[in-house]
């Protein structure tokens, strides 16, 4: 059974940092693509970016670029979101998705390319 537990959410006030974790089990996480997405109160969920499963290949949505920054340890089946210079409207729930990918670069950007998905994490940026 896939399962993806995300961690690392909070309350951080503007300009702070967050670091999340995604912890896979029940997958080999180096032949998964993985994304971040996330889900602001009454919006829907937007992808924020994904990394293939050799790290070779990285995709950001551009309000985050030089903010966040997704990195992966394969051999710890964990995912991470580095969050820097966290700004009010980076406030939502965020969810980390994987999808099992044969080719080394490739990462997806939308939402229905992945089919497993963790419970999500708080992040609250204050102003």
């Known amino acids: 059974q896939v399962q993806l537990v995300e961690s690392g959410g909070g309350l951080v006030q503007a300009g702070g940092s967050l670091r999340l974790s995604c912890a896979a089990s029940g997958l080999t996480l180096s032949r998964y693509v993985m994304g971040w997405f996330r889900q602001a109160p009454g919006k829907e969920r937007d992808f924020v970016g994904a990394i293939s499963w050799s790290s070779s290949s990285t995709a950001y949505k551009d309000s985050v670029k030089g903010r966040f920054t997704i990195s992966r340890d394969n051999a710890k089946n964990t995912v991470y979101l580095q969050m820097n210079s966290l700004k009010p409207e980076d406030t939502a729930v965020y969810y980390c998705?994987?999808?099992?990918?044969?080719?080394?670069?490739?990462?997806?950007?939308?939402?229905?390319?992945?089919?497993?998905w963790g419970q999500g994490t708080q992040v609250t940026v204050s102003s």
């Open positions: 998705a994987g999808r099992e990918s044969y080719s080394s670069s490739v990462y997806y950007t939308a939402r229905g390319a992945y089919d497993n």
